[in-house]
């Protein structure tokens, strides 16, 4: 922990008390192994971005107000580039993201008591719904965004691989959009039985059900749809051999950097559409709708809460994932 000056308020920006802030996957990496992917830290940053908060601060032409709930979005886009405006926010080449190294100098992230952020990057809650909640936002426009890749789930079998929070959004997703029949893996327990209690139909341990996994590369236990959200190769392996002809695999997770072994055959002799997801794109408002109506119930995935200063605690049961699939850290 450290102390920093205030940063001062441009005419459009605005100050947020930050109320909850999740520990993402990618957090842990960055704290572990100063890197992401490709993205390797070059200077000191603040961690976190998944968050909410109260705005405390307005600039000058800001049309937001103090005391707003608000919800933030950690990316802030150019605005002006193709990608931009063809509707493809995500693939911005200028994006400046929260807590990423993405871009450099790189932007502080939402582990800190305040942050200023653009008005753009704010979407105002309009009841009280509990900030443990709308913390849940960012990872939820990942799972909308990827869905969304995926195509129509209604009456499908969907498999998702690894029950993480994205895993376990994903399959809550899959429940509410009519799938017939939705299974989920991860090669742990615990995160299996949160995964049974969200009412998802099989929950398999990748590490013990080698034979279910087997049965899956044939019909018609094959899955049309088939989401990887492990961000590792093995679990891309089994994705593409449990994908029916003609099916979908769209990766969620983040792969690591480096060489990998795919045997792509399978990709090639079912003709799958394999589909990668970067974060999200235009999913904000529908996430935050969905979380202020009650859609969708994320509390089910909130481990345990922390304040800022015990940070470590937070991170170390982060980490452990046969005890934890969502820490959120309260400023
Ligand atoms: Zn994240
Ligand atoms: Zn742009």
């Known amino acids: 922990m450290e102390d920093r000056s205030l940063p001062e308020l441009g005419d459009l920006d605005v100050r947020i008390a930050i109320k909850a802030a999740g520990i993402c996957g990618s957090d842990l990496h960055y704290h572990q192994h100063g890197k992401v992917a490709a993205f390797s830290l070059k200077e000191p940053l603040v961690l976190g971005h998944e968050a909410c908060g109260e705005i405390v ?89 990827a869905v969304r890749r995926a195509g129509n789930f209604f009456n499908q079998r969907v498999l998702i691989i690894g029950s993480g929070t994205i895993g376990l959004l994903v399959a809550s ?87 990998s072994e795919i045997p792509f055959s399978h990709a090639f002799a079912k003709e799958l559409d394999v589909l990668f997801v970067l974060r999200q794109n235009l999913q904000f408002s529908p996430a935050v709708d969905m979380l202020e109506k009650g859609k969708l119930d994320p509390l089910p995935l909130l481990s345990a809460s922390f304040a800022l200063n015990d940070f470590e605690q937070a991170f170390a049961l982060a980490r452990d994932k046969s005890k934890a699939i969502k820490v959120q850290l309260e400023p």
């Open 57 to 145: 601060e307005v600039g000058k032409k800001s049309t937001l107000t103090p005391g707003d709930r608000v919800v933030i979005n950690p990316g802030l886009v150019c605005g002006n580039c193709k990608y931009c405006l063809r509707g493809q926010e995500n693939l911005c080449r200028d994006i400046k993201f929260m807590g990423s190294a993405s871009y450099f100098p790189h932007i502080q992230g939402t582990f800190q008591e305040t942050v200023v952020v653009r008005e753009q990057q704010c979407h105002v809650v309009r009841n009280d719904t509990a900030y443990q909640v709308l913390a849940f936002a960012e990872p939820l426009t990942v799972a909308l965004h």
């Open 173 to 259: 997703l899959a429940r509410l959009s009519g799938a017939a029949y939705v299974a989920i893996t991860d090669i742990l327990d615990y995160p299996l039985q949160v995964a049974h209690k969200l009412g998802v139909d099989e929950c398999i341990n990748a590490q013990h059900d080698n034979e279910v996994i087997a049965s899956w590369q044939q019909e018609p236990n094959s899955f049309p749809i088939v989401i990887e959200a492990t961000g590792t190769y093995k679990g891309f392996e089994v994705a593409l051999s449990s994908s029916s002809p003609g099916g979908k695999v769209v990766e969620v997770g983040i792969l690591p950097d480096g060489q």
